[in-house]
């Protein structure tokens, strides 16, 4: 059985209230369905941004809901979801939800609020993948924020709601706890992109040195796994299947040549393998998944800053006009 294939999603670089209009969300739409069908991804997402506290300082707790309003959140999300369900692929949803933390007033609703609000307002037939950043919530086993606390909290409250769902995952580099296994829906989505920071060696030697050369950038993360530098989905003794789920970044380290643009221009991720042609990253991913056979999930991460060159011609003048007009030239 293949891997399934998500094109993840986070956050929105040109602001989501640019994004989230009549006139803009069905090029954005049509430009991250097209680029998955086309490239035989099995499911794609979009990020469901809890408002805050900070950011809404006028609202009451109760009252925050998603960005940039909840009924707007839910028209464009709910648009986004049948053309992708129509198109075949299932969806995934990247809820940004904050706790207190100190010196740290960015608080959203909570996970059950947030939850009962997807069960209540989000309108699919395939089943979601429900997904958190675990580093949001600055999460890390062994401390007082743990994945095991948060996954099963966010899970009870979905069971709870009865969203039909079949995968929760939280990103973030954490390692593979044995505990884990006993939630069949839980996943630890392991970004390989974050293991050494923006700059590190490990996104420089994909983006920059081996740019372009699939199995010259297998070799090399084998071994650093074989060092220890990131995780290994397979123990190398025995064979068993670790349990990560491995996330790659297509960050191309650019500020103008992504679907999604900040105003400043800053790149909205580093360079990895967004530098590469397209084809060459599938070729890729289908080589991990060659060495690794029992991986169930491959993440691309992620859609907003998917490259302009790798968008279908069929979506070449949604993507042209987003980049004219990111500089100023329409």
């Known amino acids: 059985m293949s891997a399934r294939k998500v094109l993840w999603h986070d956050s929105y670089a040109s602001n989501i209230k640019v994004v989230m209009t009549d006139a803009e ?171 050494d920071g923006w700059a590190g060696d490990f996104n420089h030697n994909i983006g920059v040195i081996l740019k372009n050369n699939p199995q010259g950038a297998l070799n090399y993360i084998q071994s650093q796994m074989a060092s220890g530098a990131v995780q290994n989905p397979k123990d190398p003794v025995t064979g068993q299947y670790s349990g990560i789920v491995p996330a790659f970044s297509i960050g191309t380290g650019d500020g103008t040549n992504t679907l999604g643009q900040h105003a400043n221009k800053k790149p909205i991720g580093p360079a990895v393998f967004g530098t590469w042609k397209s084809d060459e990253f599938n070729k890729f991913i289908d080589l991990f998944e060659s060495a690794y056979p029992s991986i169930e999930n491959i993440f691309v991460y992620h859609a907003d800053q998917l490259p302009l060159a790798w968008i279908p011609s069929s979506s070449s003048q949604s993507a042209n006009e987003l980049m004219l007009a990111a500089n100023g030239l329409i």
């Not at 740290?104 to 989000?122: R, W």
């Not at 996954?151 to 069971?159: E, F, G, K, V």
């Open 25 to 195: 969300w069905p090029k954005y739409v049509d430009s991250i369905i097209n680029y998955a069908t086309t490239n035989s991804y099995d499911a794609v997402s979009l990020s469901a941004i809890g408002a805050s506290v900070a950011k809404q300082s006028s609202l009451q707790p109760d009252e925050l809901g998603f960005l940039p309003d909840s009924q707007t959140a839910y028209k464009y999300i709910n648009q986004f979801i049948a053309e992708a369900e129509k198109a075949g692929l299932q969806v995934g949803l990247n809820v940004y939800q904050k706790i207190a933390l100190p010196d740290d007033k960015s608080v959203t609703d909570t996970v059950d609020q947030l939850a009962s609000e997807i069960a209540k307002n989000i309108v699919h037939t395939k089943p979601l993948i429900i997904g958190i950043d675990g580093e949001d919530n600055k999460l890390k086993e062994n401390t007082t924020r743990t994945p095991t606390e948060f996954a099963t909290r966010w899970m009870n409250s979905l069971d709870k709601y009865g969203v039909n769902y079949d995968t929760f995952a939280i990103l973030g580099g954490n390692k593979q706890e044995s505990i884990w296994s006993q939630h069949p829906k839980f996943e630890n989505v392991y970004e390989y992109y974050s293991e």
